[in-house]
């Protein structure tokens, strides 16, 4: 019954919101319209942008790079490397969440951003956790790299990053979500 009423909520979710975490098309301008100061960030940094009614999350790993939680359907379709390294589309991404597949990937800041205002947002206040030292949180995402199955509710970006920076996976967004859910079902 949870896992029904989950599925129904994510895909309600997608179809209120389209452009629940849109993305750069491949090609687009992002960097010379919004320029962002990565000398700012330090590796292990968890990096915040603002989506329509979310927030999306990634882990900086240095030069550039940050690592993050990508729900793309093409990577049930191509084995391509080169394909699915180009920036994740809204149809990609949509077609992901329904398909429950995405891959912890890396990407410039530019393309993680999408032109979005970046935030160092190490969510130790929020969650009142103690946080690993930056280093290793940027090697627990390198080694997180690759294939996952993705939950909008269970495993999603959020999930990802509180891993690596404290060893559990927790999502404060997610959990909004479900005890909405908890609230309407006595």
Excluded at 101 to 111: F, W
Excluded at 132 to 160: D, I, K, M
């Amino acid at each position: 019954m949870l896992e029904a009423v989950s599925l129904l909520l994510e895909k309600l979710l997608l179809i209120s919101n389209f452009k629940l975490f849109s993305v750069c098309p491949a090609g687009g301008g992002t960097g010379k319209n919004h320029p962002y100061e990565i000398s700012c960030f330090l590796r292990g940094d968890v990096l915040e942008v603002s989506r329509t009614h979310f927030k999306h999350y990634g882990i900086y790993l240095g030069e550039n790079r940050v690592a993050h939680l990508m729900p793309d359907i093409l990577l049930v379709l191509t084995n391509d490397k080169e394909r699915t390294q180009k920036v994740v589309s809204n149809k990609r991404l949509l077609l992901g969440v329904i398909c429950k597949v995405a891959s912890i990937r890396v990407d410039t800041v530019e393309d993680f951003a999408y032109g979005a205002d970046i935030l160092v947002n190490h969510l130790d206040e929020t969650l009142q956790k103690k946080s690993l030292l930056n280093e290793e949180v940027a090697r627990r995402a390198e080694q997180q790299l690759g294939l996952t199955p993705y939950s909008l509710l269970w495993n999603n970006c959020e999930h990802f990053v509180t891993y690596c920076r404290y060893g559990s996976r927790i999502s404060p967004q997610a959990e909004k979500i479900s005890w909405c859910c908890e609230d309407d079902h006595p």
